[in-house]
């Protein structure tokens, strides 16, 4: 069995995390969460949105989150933009990291953006000119990768189709997101298959939600199949606003105890991990959704 020797974590708290919690957390926790995540050794932390507060409210002021970080050469801040509006936005706010997000679900598309697949494309290919113009990573998400809460089962050559799309569109990491959390191993593996047909394997991130409890099992098909990028969030905080029923992504800490014990190195200090994920929660007025963090206290 080949295991890659060392992860990467691109870990999703102060965004996928908080967007979904009910609480409202202010612009200086949010800094102070990212800070204390990137204490703890993560080096790829998404730091929120630039997309209409009417839509997510969560993540209104991420300029001035971005604003209130100190650039540091290490350290990347991802934030998420829909459209060009976004990327402007971000730029302005010193962003050097941006993602944009799709989906292989035409309904799922239609609620979260508000347009079709097509069009969202389009959107996105008008955004990388800008991007390419100045010097700005683009990241790429897919969503329902494996289920749509309003289609069910997502066909995986949709799915390819897609990410290849965006890979084309110079996407540099495409990130496989299993929004509602519904997949199963076998079936991540064969996804990772045919996406891998179109885009090299080292490009390619995987993105759980926990809701069915299966995260780590897939996460540990998508390794044995040769990806090395992980999202992740601390505590397993949050879900995503548009897809009803997804409950929080896969834990950082859950991960980084697995990979620990694989002796796969994320550069990760967990007991300052598990820390900023108590810290998050209190201010959250939530229990702790990560089993390590729970069992480490
Ligand atoms: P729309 O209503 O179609 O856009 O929304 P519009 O162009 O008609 O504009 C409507 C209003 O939004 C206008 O303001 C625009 O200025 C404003 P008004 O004139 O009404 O005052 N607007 C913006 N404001 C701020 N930032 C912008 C922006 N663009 C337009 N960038 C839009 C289209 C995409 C903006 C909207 O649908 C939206 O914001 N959606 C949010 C979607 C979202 O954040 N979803 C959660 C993240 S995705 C996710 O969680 C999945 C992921 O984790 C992977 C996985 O798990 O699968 C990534
Ligand atoms: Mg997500």
Known sequence: MSLPK???????????????ET?????????????????????????????????????????EVLMGLNPDEGIHYPVLVPNLRGLQDALAAGAR???????????????????????????????????????????????????????????????????????ELGCYEISLGDTIGTGTPLKTRSLIESVAQHIDIENIAVHFHDTYGQALANIFAALQSGVNVIDSAVAG???????????????????????????????????????SGREICDQLNISVRSKVNLALQ
């Not at 990979?259 to 300052?272: A, P």
Request: glycine residues 8%; proline residues 3%.
């Open 23 to 63: 609480e409202i957390i202010s612009v200086q926790r949010r800094i102070k969460l990212i800070q204390n995540l990137a204490f703890s050794g993560l080096r790829h932390i998404e730091a929120g949105s630039f997309v209409s507060p009417a839509w997510v409210p969560q993540m209104a002021d991420t300029a």
């Open 237 to 275: 905080l949050g879900g995503c606003p548009y897809a009803a029923g997804a409950s929080g992504n896969v834990a950082t800490e859950d991960v980084v105890y697995m990979l620990n014990g694989m002796g796969i190195s994320t550069g990760v200090d967990l007991s300052k991990l598990t820390a």
């Open 97 to 167: 990291d941006v993602a944009v997000f799709a989906a292989a679900s035409e309904t799922f598309s239609q609620k979260n953006i508000n347009c079709s697949i097509r069009e969202s494309i389009q959107r996105f290919s008008e955004l990388m000119a800008l991007a390419r113009a100045n010097d700005i990573r683009v990241r790429a998400y897919v969503s329902c990768v494996l289920g749509c809460p309003y289609e069910g089962a997502i066909e995986v050559s949709q799915v390819a189709d897609v990410a290849r799309q965006l890979h």
């Open 6 to 20: 060392q992860v990467k974590i691109v870990e999703v708290g102060p965004r996928d995390g908080l967007q979904n």
